[in-house]
């Protein structure tokens, strides 16, 4: 089974703070590297599939970069309601979630 | 508007059963993979069962093999979760997700909660 490594696993930022979270997969995946975003008591929203492929809808200020094994999500200026927790995914074999880093006010 | 709403979720005691399902509206259900995904208490996301779009091909996490079962029926737009000898560590809020372009879920219902307790 592929395992994912996240980090780090919090950090504490300010507004307009650029922010970013690593992502290791235990084996190449290739480019199948998605990554979502939870508030609390809400499901995960999808921001980015494919390594760098933004879903419709989410502002251009999150991005994501890598291919195999290391992957990043880069929030360009932290914004109030992008506190929340985020999650890496592979999808090249079955689904591998990551552990998750909570993003928390400075 | 595309939608998936889950249902079924409750208390139940170890070793009991439960059988969950998600509703979905608004897109063409028989041609997507649908996943349910769990999140326990204060804890990250954990994928558990996927189906492919016709159910010819089903896969699971393994500390739910042969305990949980996926399935769909593409005639009521629905996808089920049989879930079976529960245990405590099956607590958890239960998504059902829809797999999209890379096999990312892009469409997440609201989660059902299933609590595992004597």
């Known amino acids: 089974d592929i395992q994912m490594t996240q980090s780090p696993s919090s950090l504490s930022a300010s507004v307009g703070d650029r922010v970013t979270i690593t992502c290791r997969a235990s084996?190449?995946?290739?480019?199948?590297l998605n990554w979502y975003q939870q508030k609390p008591g809400k499901a995960p929203k999808l921001l980015i599939y494919?390594?760098?492929t933004l879903q419709s809808g989410v502002p251009s200020r999150f991005s994501g970069s890598g291919s195999g094994t290391g992957f990043t999500l880069t929030i360009s200026s932290l914004q109030p309601e992008d506190f929340a927790t985020y999650y890496c995914?592979?999808?090249?074999?079955?689904?591998?979630f990551g552990q998750g880093t909570k993003v928390e006010i400075k | 508007e595309v939608k998936l709403v889950e249902s079924g979720g409750n208390l139940v005691q170890p070793g009991g059963s439960l059988r969950l399902s998600c509703a979905a509206s608004g897109f063409s259900f028989s041609s997507y993979w649908m996943s349910w995904v769990r999140q326990a208490p204060g804890k990250g996301l954990e994928w558990v069962a996927n189906i492919k779009h016709d159910g010819s091909d089903k896969y699971y996490v393994g500390s739910v093999k042969g305990r949980l079962t996926i399935s769909r029926d593409n005639a009521k737009n629905s996808l089920y979760l049989q879930m079976n000898s529960l245990r405590a560590e099956d607590t958890a809020v239960y998504y059902c997700?829809?797999?999209?372009?890379?096999?990312?879920?892009?469409?997440w219902g609201q989660g059902t909660k299933v609590t595992v307790s004597s």
């Open positions: 995914q592979q999808s090249y074999s079955t689904w591998t």
């Open positions: 084996q190449s995946i290739s480019r199948f």
């Open positions: 997700a829809r797999s999209g372009s890379s096999f990312a879920f892009d469409i």
């Open positions: 494919s390594a760098s």
